[in-house]
């Protein structure tokens, strides 16, 4: 039950979607893009929306009144693939350390 609890905990306090996701964001004319990586054929989509003005106000521009510019983004998983036999392999080894426990 512990182990339901710490998953829903874990993911309830995400965004939907990682701001890395998030290639382009065009003022002029108002659109996003952004991909995802499909876990059944393992292919990259792009995709260019509308944006939504839910927050009414420019997602790039911070609070202050400066705009955000990218500078770095670090990659953990740099020269490793991240594929699903090492997802399984991170969850069953924290299922294992979880059993220990109980």
């Known amino acids: ?3 339901c609890v710490n998953y829903f905990i874990r993911y309830a ?11 382009e964001y065009n003022k002029e004319s108002n659109t996003v893009s952004w991909f995802y990586n499909d876990h059944k054929d393992e292919k990259r989509y792009d995709v260019t929306d509308n944006v939504i003005d839910s927050f009414n106000r420019d997602p790039i521009q911070c609070k202050c009144g400066a705009i955000m510019q990218y500078t770095y ?3 953990p998983f740099k020269d490793k693939r991240n594929d699903r036999t090492y997802r399984k392999r991170c969850i069953d080894g924290m299922m294992r350390m979880y059993k220990r426990r109980i």
């Not at 306090?13 to 290639?23: Q, V």
């Open 1 to 3: 039950m512990q182990g």
């Open 13 to 23: 306090g995400r965004p939907a979607m990682a701001e890395n996701r998030i290639t």
């Open 73 to 75: 983004t670090y990659n």
